[in-house]
């Protein structure tokens, strides 16, 4: 059966043809939009977050030994309204529930009427950077983390909470994030098969496509990478490096230029790197690590080089990660630059660039190829 077509998805004024394969479980790895960062979200998407175990289970642990007595504020609540109720319920003062999203504040003031909360949780619609709130607070629960650490707008959101709304010396739940990467070699995590947009995604592009006006390069995650050992076992060439860290009750930098080296354990062909997160939800615990485990947090694909690079062991690619904030002030723009050393050979030099809404589209060699002209 043919596995990978052309589809046409819709984008505002036109259609655009777009790289597709067919919805079976067998497709080892398909492409999926990184969602978070425009913000497009919906029933699928936040209980593929409520289904995220080790997620939930870390914020709730948090939430339940911080908030009794304090005051609250959730940003980014969601239209079930978890760590705020969480907080109402271990016996938080008052919490402030913030979401950007018309329709998920207004089904997020629903749940929390249903379940008696209403006189101790109150649903402010709008951006936090935007709203103001009565009084400072005690504590700030969030989770706008994104596939990569920081793509959601953590950073600047979070430093203008402990400006503007949080009590000097406040606590901030999550505690630390950073952004991960790993050397990939994409045709041994596909078996050759080159991946494409299961039509189930068609409607997230479109919607992502739409918020920003325009089709542009935008970014793309690999799900299936992270939850099957086996796949990350024959295309992940070195272990993980971290860049972009973001200290939430401590110096919190949002843009910044993180030097790098992963070195190859395995020969391969080096096609990009697989981007993830780790996320350490109180200080004391365990991270999540979204490149070496199943979570709701999937892979971004940096493509580098369209025919791939052989590597061996001992081969090493050195690279800077450069965070700048977008024009709207809050979404990061990333870019990556380095140098691949393969024993005496000349240093080859990477690229990837991975704005928040660039102006352009098809600029890369990966969009062409996801998006190809008609
Ligand atoms: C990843 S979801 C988390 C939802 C819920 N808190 C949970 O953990 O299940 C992020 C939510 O934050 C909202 N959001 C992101 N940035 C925000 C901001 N600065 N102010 C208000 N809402 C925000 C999004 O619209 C989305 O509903």
Redesign the pocket.
Known sequence: MQRSYVAELAAPGHKVPVRACVDEPSQPIWLFPSV?EY?V?GDF??DV??ADER?MSR?TRAVRRFAPGRTVL??????????ALAAARAGARHVWA????PK?ARIARKNIEQAGFADRITVVE????K?ELPERVDMCV????GTLGGS??AGP?LRDARERLVKPGGMFIPHRSVTTAVALDLGSATGGEPPGFPPAAFGFVEEIFAAVGRPFDLRVCLAGLQDVPKVRERSYLSGAVEVEPLEFNGDLRPEGVDTAELTFTRPGSFSGLALGMRLWVAEDDVPIDSLFEWSNWTPVYAALSEEGLPVRPGDRFAFEFTTTMSDDG?HPDYALTGELHRGSGPAVPLRWDSAHHPDGFRESFFHRWMFPEA
């Open positions: 978070g913000p979200y998407v936040y977050m409520l997620r914020y959730d940003i980014g609540t969601g239209q079930d309204a978890v760590w913030v979401e950007v999203i998920s709008g951006l936090s950077t709203v969030s989770e706008i983390i959601e707008g959101v809050v």
